[in-house]
């Protein structure tokens, strides 16, 4: 993503609208909790953004206790965390260290201070002429090579599931490793969905299988 003149990140312009699955993302370097970060720096590792709408408040503090007792589980598979917040640095900072000393949680991945909503804007959380930081609850699945594979959004009232988030990126990375498909609820080890045949020779090829447009993968 290009930045303008005063080192934050432009508009998002991939034709104009918010971000989709598929797009590169947008990059951006910024200050967070962690020392400065680039987003490009991260290539070659899965990456989950996740941004909250403020600091201090009951549903963000859930939800970052939750992925800081798993981000082991994360770190296991390759994925980095990375928070984001239109809070200032001095604010985060404040308030990971609350969260220290009441949950006995240490916050282990970087939260990025984001004041101007530029990084928000670019990424489609809020629209350009928001005011304010309201709508922001989004989730961007990335993988290694800076593509956006998954995106969720979730309302200012209802927490995220960290095991959800965590089965979504092991779905992703096992998909791309066999070429297959995961059905509803898979979890790591079970079995995986054949790619549905694109040709009529290739459906006929499965007639006398149990569906010919639903069979396990052999990968």
Known sequence: ??????????????????????DPAPDFVARTTSGEVRLSQYRGQWLVLFSHPADFTPVCTSEFVALSRRAGDFAAIDCVLLGLSVDSLFSHLAWLADIDRRFGVKVPFPVIEDPSMAIAQAYGMLDPASPDSATVRATYVIDPQGIVRAISWYPMNVGRSVDELLRLVQALQEADRAQALTPAGWQPGEAMLSVSPLTLDEALAREGQSPWYYQESKG
Request: aromatic residues 0%; neutral net charge.
């Open 1 to 22: 993503m290009d930045m303008n003149e005063s080192g934050t990140p432009a508009q998002n312009t991939v034709s104009g609208r918010a971000l989709r699955i598929n």
